[in-house]
């Protein structure tokens, strides 16, 4: 092991995207000192290229491999993960997700396929000022903070990007195989949080459709149940 790889392991930036100031700062000495072992390392193949200015240490060298996630906002700062993704992360969806999806602050459409760390894509989305970040958390994935929009955001994304009209729940439950029991989940607040975020007059009659579909379903399960307990055989 080289000494650039004990140097990163020992700062504990094992499974991190390390940006070219970190490297600085980890490797200590004189510019000609860090470019020597920067270069050895990524001609060995112990340090890989992200892209201009961002590394991380080959996977056989650390313990765990580095988050996609981390990955995907390290390519493009300022993005958030979305859509089928962030649906999967939060256990939503049943189906394997192979694409890391984010929502884009700038206005085009971006893929980034990287040959051991895989497939990045960016959708920029019609969105009101201030709310880019409305319903996104900050969730730490090992030495990384990622922003991950909420199951609601991610679903209200999809449908923005996709220009999906509303026609009933079968879209959602059948379409995206969404339990029931998550979107029973979901409250009041939840939409609300939603509301002024959309510019698109389709994706707010879905985010007020779904709404009224939860929740008018939850008032007659409440009714059927009061009947039910009021039976006597």
Known sequence: MNTLVEQVLAAGFGTSVITERQLSEILGGGDARRYGLVNRALREGTLLRLKRGLYYLKPSNTSDDIHPFAVAQALLPGSYISFETALAF???IPEAVYTTASV???RKSLERDHESLG???YHPLALNNY???AAVARVKLGKHTTLVASPLRALMDLVALRKEVWSGLDWV???LRIDEAHLATLRRKDFAALSPTYKHKAA???LAQLENALFSCRSV???DQHHGKGRTS
């Open 90 to 92: 939060h256990h939503w």
């Open 104 to 106: 884009t602050p700038g």
């Open 119 to 121: 497939k990045f894509s």
């Open 131 to 133: 709310q880019f970040l």
């Open 173 to 175: 439950e059948e379409g």
């Open 204 to 206: 707010n009659e879905f």
């Open 221 to 223: 399960n409440r009714i």
